[in-house]
Structure formats: structure tokens, C-alpha cells
């Protein structure tokens, strides 16, 4: 298996490389791409999703969910957008864009296969298909969602936030445009790995009834990946608990995916307590939602081809990590003017890692990630060192539709919480 994920890579780097231009091929290798990563996902870990398994199916939704739908089903999937918005379904780079994704599966797949079969022996101890009981885990993460429940409280009340809203009124409040905003959601994101990991959850309905409240705030002001980085994992984590792919679990994910995600999509411009009724079942909108952000690969290879942005050498990588050691002076970010160029777009680490060293970018980042991620659910020996690489996941996710410049920070921040939980534990 990992000579056929090398000859598959090795044939989409060279079709990249010598006729790249035909978009139904490239579509193909895309599916080739998603084949192989519904095989790993199945295969190597015995039928139980992990937190690799999470991050390279975010990734694939983002690159292909809106694409493969609209090239190999149906147009319809975009009818309800303007033309404007869809018009770089026409850009001449649609099939390289195509291809780079692809390439960056294929990368991250054989990397991630290479990487199982190399700790094979190591895979940690604690698949036993329950939770072990942390006390000081579950104490912690009760700790840290009252915070984060505090937070929203406390705008709600003073009249800076609404509890009830549409998503533009938040995009407007005194809590999103808070400094402690973005520390918020980082306590969220350790907050539900640690409670997840903690202790089953009927032992944990006090945690996971205010971790429901506060989901229900972000639901209804139109937030959605604030918790559905997270959700994703969480049943990352479950899966390295030793919990297999049930139709329960199956059943939970495509209600996200195709009926909460999509409405509070449609409804959150218009609010979404006083539209609930129109709440339904939409087959590709979450997913051509997601798959959006391949436009940013697109219009970042045209302005290439323009002349209007040139190669970054690394610098959106390492100007981060130099930032959190600097930490009083002014900080600019390699991907600034990006910013501007796409407002509003987000980003994804396909375009990222392209624009920083061209398809080696692509090839040396995303087999990074594949090999790195799949070694440390497999060698995790600890309930809360897995729910530690769960936040570190949590991360990597929320970058899948973004740019990479917040990742390093945010890992240290998730980190300190981490040696500040093993400093409580150890007393």
C-alpha cells in the first residue's frame, strides 16, 4: 500500500508538472486523493477515526467540497450565489488548483501510512473503548468553560452583545471585537478536548451541559467553526479511546454537516431564532460552503501569473514564530497584504505552503503533517497528553481556512495550559 500512495503521488506531481490544464483529469486525481484517505481512515487504525483522520478530512472538504459536487454532479450546487462570487470557476487555474490539493492529500496520506507503519509497536495503550478518569482534568476543563461562559455573560448583560442575533450584529459586538476574543476560544478549544478526555459523560453533565449553552450562544449569533473545529476533534479523540465508527456517530456527523451547519449558513444574515422553521435538510451546503476557500488558491495563482504577488521564501513560517519572541514591539505578518487582497477570505495551508517554496511547500509541509500527527496519537500514552494533541489538532483544523501566522501562538498558549494542568495534577 505505501508503494500505490507513492506511484499515486509521484503520478499527480508529474501530470502537475507536464499537462496540468484539463480540469475533469484533475478532478479524478481529487477523488483519487479522497479514495485513499477513506482507506487510511478505515484501514490503518481498525476502523476508528483519529485527530490525523480530522484534520486531513477538514482539509479535503475545504479543497473539494465545493468542485467535485459542482464539475461531477451538478452546477445547481452554486446556483444561490452571485455570479460574481463563483467566477473563478472559470479561472484558467481551476485545474492546477485542483491538482495542488490533490498533491497535497497524496503527500500527507503516504506520509501518514509511512508514518503507522513505522510505530506500528507503539500504538499507545489506551484503546480500551472507555475513558479514564481524570478528576483534575475534568475540574480543570469545568474551570476554563466557566470562563469562557463568564465572558459572554458578562457582554450580554452590559448590553454589548446579544443572545439573539444575526452574525453580522456579533461581527459588531463589544465580545468579538474584545482583546480576550481569540483567548476565549482557545479556552474553549482546551476546554472540550480536556472534558472529552476527562471522564465519560454522564459523569460530566455539569461540563457538558454549560459546554451546550455556550455552543448555543455561538449557534445563534452564526457562529459554527467556533465548535465544529473542535467537534471534529473530539470524535478524533474518541477514536484513539478506542471508539469505532458506529451509525450513531455517522448519523451525529451528517446531522452537523448537513442540517445545523448549512441552516445556521442560510439563516444567520437573517437571524436564526426568529427563522428556525426553515431549518432543512441540504445535501451540499455545508460542504460547498467549506469548499469555498479554494477560491483563495485560485485567485493567489492568478495574481501569481500577473506579476502581482511574488514567492514569500518561508517568511509567513517563521516571521510568527519570531513575533512570540519579540513580544513588544509592532508585529506584521508575511501574509498582511493578503489580508487586503482577499478581505474577508480566510486562507487555506494548500496556497500557503505553495506561495512560501512552490510545490515543495506543499510536498514538505503536508508530509510534515501527515507523519507528525499520525506518530503522536499513536506513541500518547496519557488520556491528557491525547487531549493535549487534540487542541494542537484544533489548531491545525481552524488553519485548514485560514492563514498559518496565528498557529505557533496559539500552540504555545494551548501548551502552557497543558504544563499548568501537569502542575496541578503532580501537587
Not at 36 to 53: E, P
Not at 66 to 73: R, S, V
Not at 197 to 220: N, P, R
Request: proline fraction near 3%; aromatic fraction near 18%; hydrophobic fraction near 50%.
Amino acid at each position: 500500500m505505501i508503494i500505490i500512495y507513492f506511484l499515486s503521488l509521484l503520478f499527480a506531481l508529474g501530470y502537475y508538472f507536464f499537462y496540468d490544464n484539463d480540469v475533469i483529469i484533475a478532478s479524478l486525481f481529487a477523488c483519487l486523493s479522497i479514495v485513499l484517505s477513506i482507506r487510511n481512515i478505515i484501514v490503518t487504525n481498525n476502523g476508528r477515526f483519529s485527530f490525523s483522520s480530522a484534520f486531513i478530512s477538514y482539509t479535503i472538504c475545504t479543497q473539494f467540497g465545493l468542485i467535485l459536487p459542482y464539475l461531477l454532479i451538478d452546477e445547481s450546487v452554486v446556483d444561490g450565489y452571485p455570479s460574481w462570487t463563483i467566477s473563478f470557476l472559470e479561472s484558467s487555474n481551476l485545474a492546477p488548483s485542483i491538482m495542488l490539493g490533490s498533491i497535497a492529500i497524496l503527500c500527507y496520506e503516504f506520509s501518514r501510512l509511512l508514518s503507522v507503519k513505522v510505530y506500528k509497536e507503539n500504538v499507545n495503550h489506551l484503546q480500551l473503548g472507555s475513558v479514564v478518569k481524570d478528576k483534575i482534568l475534568k475540574w480543570f476543563s469545568y474551570l476554563l468553560l466557566i470562563i469562557v461562559f463568564s465572558f459572554f455573560l458578562y457582554h450580554i448583560l452590559t448590553g454589548g452583545m446579544l443572545l439573539f442575533s444575526t452574525y453580522e450584529m456579533f461581527l459588531d459586538s463589544s465580545a468579538y471585537h474584545s482583546v480576550y476574543y481569540p483567548y476565549i476560544l482557545i479556552l474553549f478549544y482546551v476546554a472540550t478536548l480536556y472534558l472529552a478526555a476527562s471522564d465519560k459523560i454522564k459523569y460530566s453533565k455539569f461540563g457538558w451541559l454549560l459546554w451546550f449553552v455556550i455552543v448555543t450562544i455561538f449557534a445563534l449569533n452564526g457562529n459554527k467553526g467556533e465548535f465544529l473545529y473542535v467537534l471534529l476533534a473530539v470524535f478524533g479523540l474518541r477514536g484513539m479511546l478506542g471508539y469505532k465508527m458506529t451509525f450513531k456517530m455517522v448519523a451525529s456527523v451528517g446531522a452537523i454537516v448537513f442540517i445545523v451547519i448549512p441552516s445556521i449558513t442560510t439563516l444567520r444574515s437573517i437571524g436564526i431564532v426568529s427563522n428556525l422553521s426553515s431549518v432543512g435538510f441540504d445535501p451540499f451546503g455545508a460542504l460547498t460552503e467549506m469548499g469555498f476557500q479554494i477560491r483563495t488558491t485560485i485567485y493567489t495563482l492568478d495574481e501569481i501569473d500577473m506579476g502581482r504577488i511574488v514567492f514569500l521564501d518561508g517568511e509567513s513560517y517563521w516571521r510568527p514564530i519570531v513575533n512570540i519572541f519579540i513580544p513588544f514591539i509592532p508585529h506584521t505578518t508575511a501574509t498582511d497584504f493578503l489580508r487586503e487582497l482577499f478581505p474577508g477570505y480566510g486562507y487555506n495551508q494548500v496556497i500557503e505552503s505553495y506561495l512560501n517554496f512552490g510545490i515543495c511547500g506543499v510536498v514538505v509541509f503536508f508530509c510534515l503533517s501527515g507523519y507528525l500527527l499520525a506518530k503522536y496519537e499513536r506513541i500518547a500514552n496519557s488520556t491528557s497528553g491525547l487531549a493535549y494533541l487534540g487542541t494542537i489538532t484544533t489548531v491545525m483544523i481552524n488553519a485548514a481556512r485560514n492563514y498559518f501566522s496565528f498557529v505557533p501562538g496559539q500552540i504555545l498558549i494551548v501548551s502552557l495550559l497543558f504544563i499548568f494542568y501537569k502542575r496541578l495534577k503532580d501537587k
